[in-house]
């Protein structure tokens, strides 16, 4: 089961797709208040929404005719660095032999990297541009399978992120981080949110992404989310150690796939991030200096 939020005549409405990418609409603004509902009931988000769905009839549009909008009012992203052994050693050659040896730590440490990625206005959904930073020449998208929380920090479903960075600027120093990963529209999620308890084994995702530059596919390669040194509940207990999480709080949890160290993004690519069960998450790239505040 997966939800989804799309636009119709101007208005913004939340919707279950089941299995069979049947489209059923539910009575609330946002996934937050399906999680608020499910948690005064003291049932699951799933529960719930197949008791809205047993009566109902389906929508006449396919999922592909609607306009998918960002999947939920995220008021906090959040991150996960150097989770993967690739993550980690592009992080070495973007800081050649400055603080190689500081990617290697957080990789075997025992407390993981976490940073603050993204804000809910400055999260975007499925379709709209990304842009690319006018003070860079090395940037690349970063495919990520997020984990939607509660304000208990329970995985309640899981998505698909773009944490889009500059690597030259994390490279000159890691004191740059914030700078290397936030800025406008630099943070895509979507285009659903599956409900965590229809995911099988959520160490057993493939993530692919795929590049495309004036039509021609650039860029493609896949891993799997076995890959992951980390499991998803260690990250998510630092996350919430001293700290305060809001019902649909989203960590990242870090990538597995980098392009080559040649390769940045231009304006006008295309950036198609695709996990099964969740969807495609794309993205058109567009540059600061074209776009108009």
């Given at each position: ?131 690319i930073r006018s003070d860079s020449n090395w940037q690349i998208p970063e495919p990520e399978l997020g984990l939607v929380l509660n304000r208990d920090g329970k995985i309640v479903g899981y998505t ?92 990242l949890t870090g990538t597995c796939i980098v392009p080559g160290d040649d390769f940045t993004l231009q304006e006008d690519d295309l950036i198609e991030i695709e996990i099964p069960g969740i969807g495609v ?13």
């Amino acid at each position: 089961m997966r939800i989804i939020k799309y636009k119709e005549k101007g208005a913004v409405l939340l919707a279950a797709v089941t299995d069979d990418s049947k489209v059923y609409a539910l009575p609330y603004a946002d996934f937050i208040e399906l999680m608020a509902r499910a948690d005064d009931k003291g049932e699951t988000c799933l529960t719930i929404v197949n008791e809205i769905i047993q009566d109902s009839l389906p929508l006449d549009e396919k999922l592909e005719d609607l306009s998918l909008q960002l999947p939920i009012n995220a008021y906090e992203v959040w991150a996960a660095g150097v989770t993967y052994s690739k993550s980690r050693d592009a992080r070495n050659h973007e800081a050649k032999a400055i603080v190689d040896s500081y990617y290697d730590k957080v990789y075997e440490a025992e407390r993981p990297e976490l940073f603050l990625k993204s804000t809910e206005r400055r999260t975007i959904g499925p379709n709209t541009p990304v842009y690319i930073r006018s003070d860079s020449n090395w940037q690349i998208p970063e495919p990520e399978l997020g984990l939607v929380l509660n304000r208990d920090g329970k995985i309640v479903g899981y998505t698909i992120g773009n944490d889009m960075s500059s690597r030259d600027i994390e490279g000159e120093n890691p004191l740059y981080l914030p700078q290397a990963k936030i800025w406008r529209h630099s943070c895509a999620i979507g285009p659903t949110i599956r409900l965590a308890e229809t995911v099988t084994d959520p160490y057993n995702l493939l993530i692919t992404c795929r590049i495309f530059r004036e039509g021609v596919k650039v860029f493609e390669d896949s891993a799997n989310t076995s890959l992951l040194k980390r499991k998803y509940d260690e990250l998510v207990s630092y996350l919430i150690r001293d700290n305060q999480l809001f019902d649909g709080t989203i960590l990242l949890t870090g990538t597995c796939i980098v392009p080559g160290d040649d390769f940045t993004l231009q304006e006008d690519d295309l950036i198609e991030i695709e996990i099964p069960g969740i969807g495609v998450l794309t993205n058109p790239v567009k540059s600061q200096v074209n776009v108009k505040v």
